[in-house]
């Protein structure tokens, strides 16, 4: 089978990973930019972290003959602070010229304070300003619904944004509709604890179809799992899906989402 991992935190996993991931079949990895697991106290760090994603990491994953691709942003987890937050944007759009940057991302909200929206709707028009895509990271458990209605009017209110070149990451059950019935792509995250296991996963997309979908595992540094993409598709072979079906959920349509910016390719 041949699969993409559209979300995946790659500075957090080792080179094992790579090397399983491209046995397992992935033909690309994209990695949007997220918290360290520490808060960053300038634009330097932030700077570092991103020629970390558009330099280094490509490097690493290509030993593996795996196209490695980037977003950037500043986390929503780290935007509490507007003056911060305010430097680390100035820093991107040089970077956007990058070969390997996709867009901007993952942006979005933490915990739906006033300074989390100020800055996501910095970021909305900065990718608006550069034409680029964007990727969306809703809050987790009780937050989820409220952050994605915030972020839905956040993205509405930009009329030049074109629906289909965002896509919102860790749907679940209430939200997914919300974000598909708006035009926008949905991504589910496969975590083996929170989030959406496989056969959770496999639920949704029999709920709300598989048209402007995709399945991510976002592995980072807690418990996740680089397969779990490759994983859900063995599942829905159990569950009778063609190969075809999970070629068009698992490949053709990140392919579609992703090829929107000409730089994206695969190794296939």
């Known amino acids: 089978m041949r699969y993409i991992e559209p979300h995946g935190h790659m500075v957090s996993r080792t080179t094992d990973d790579y090397q399983a991931m491209v046995t397992a079949g992935c033909a690309a990895v994209c990695e949007p930019a997220f918290w360290a697991g520490f808060d960053r106290k300038n634009k330097h760090g932030f700077y570092d972290y991103f020629l970390q994603l558009t330099e280094y990491e490509p490097r690493r994953a290509a030993k593996y003959h795996l196209p490695h691709f980037s977003w950037l942003c500043i986390n929503p987890k780290e935007s509490e602070d507007p003056g911060l937050a305010d430097d680390v944007l100035s820093l991107i759009p040089d970077l956007l010229q990058k070969p390997n940057v996709l867009g901007i991302g993952e942006i979005g909200l933490n915990k739906n304070s006033r300074n989390e929206l100020l800055i996501l709707e910095k970021h909305i028009q900065l990718a ?141």
């Open 128 to 268: 608006a300003d550069h034409d680029q895509l964007i990727l969306v990271h809703t809050p987790h458990l009780e937050d989820k619904l409220k952050g994605t209605k915030l972020i839905l009017d956040a993205l509405k209110n930009h009329s030049s944004l074109q629906p289909g070149r965002v896509i919102i990451d860790h749907v679940e059950e209430h939200t997914a509709p919300l974000v598909l019935d708006s035009g926008f792509w949905a991504g589910i995250t496969l975590y083996p604890e929170s989030k959406a296991t496989p056969n959770r996963a496999i639920d949704m997309i029999e709920l709300y179809g598989h048209e402007r979908i995709w399945l991510n595992s976002a592995c980072d540094w807690g418990h996740s799992d680089p397969l779990a993409v490759p994983k859900t598709a063995l599942q829905m072979r159990h569950r009778g899906y063609s190969a075809d079906f999970i070629d068009r959920l698992l490949y053709r349509n990140p392919l579609g989402f992703l090829s929107q910016n000409p730089r994206f390719r695969t190794a296939d």
